[in-house]
């Protein structure tokens, strides 16, 4: 099992659905983000979770919502999006403290499409 | 704003040549520096990093230069492969605060 997996690679949805994306770290890590990429932008630093507790919201829409059940699990909940949320969306986890901040270990995303 | 950004947003290199691709930050209070790679239908993937502490890392066939004083930074590739086309990022990060990511330089490997 690779270290961080997301399903659905590939998600096509209408602006009325509601769907889920799912990020699953087996790196033993306790930092865990969402980001968004889209083309000819930096990555999107969209949330971050510490020890299953949120601790940055970087002004993202409400339609966007985050669930962190453990450590090792990343949920984005997805409702009501617009054509301009189409991109790919990265999931990372870290390990934070310590010896400091290690290199964040990404997924390789779920393409979001909206219809 | 502050941001870290990068020089060029394509690079074309022949198979076997050196490459150099750069990134200036804005930011002399950022202290640790990530090279990302991202292939095509992939994440990014981790390639090297760097403290502010130091100036140069090495890793297999990368090295990472690291220049405070002008707050810019270079990902060094030899004999490049064609397995190396992909995207470049650099991402910085200060203490407490999250990674910031440039915008990516695409390199493409010619044979």
């Known amino acids: 099992e690779t270290g961080v997996t997301q399903t659905p690679r590939h998600l096509v949805m209408g602006m009325t659905n509601k769907k889920s994306l799912k990020c699953e770290q087996h790196?033993?890590?306790?930092?865990m983000y969402w980001y968004k990429q889209s083309a000819k932008k930096p990555l999107e630093l969209m949330f971050v979770?510490?020890?299953?507790?949120?601790?940055e919201n970087n002004s993202v829409p409400s339609r966007f919502s985050p669930e962190c059940p453990n450590s090792s699990h990343l949920f984005l909940h997805l409702h009501t999006l617009q054509p301009e949320d189409s991109a790919l969306y990265l999931c990372?986890?870290?390990?934070?403290?310590?010896?400091?901040?290690?290199?964040?270990?990404f997924g390789d995303g779920t393409r979001l499409s909206i219809l | 704003g502050e941001s870290v950004g990068l020089h060029l947003p394509t690079l074309s290199v022949q198979e076997g040549d050196n490459s150099i691709i750069n990134c200036a930050y804005s930011n002399s209070a950022s202290d640790y520096f990530i090279w990302y790679k991202q292939e095509s239908g992939k994440g990014p993937q981790f390639i090297i990093d760097?403290?502010?502490?130091?100036d140069k890392r090495q890793g297999q066939r990368v090295t990472v230069l690291l220049n405070k004083t002008v707050k810019h930074l270079s990902l060094q590739i030899a004999a490049t492969q064609p397995g190396d086309s992909a995207v470049y990022f650099c991402a910085e990060n200060r203490a407490g605060t999250a990674l910031i990511f440039g915008k990516g330089t695409t390199l493409s490997v010619s044979s």
């Open positions: 990372a986890s870290s390990q934070v403290g310590g010896q400091g901040r290690g290199s964040q270990h």
């Open positions: 790196l033993g890590h306790n930092a």
């Open positions: 979770y510490n020890f299953k507790e949120q601790t």
């Open positions: 760097i403290r502010s502490n130091m």
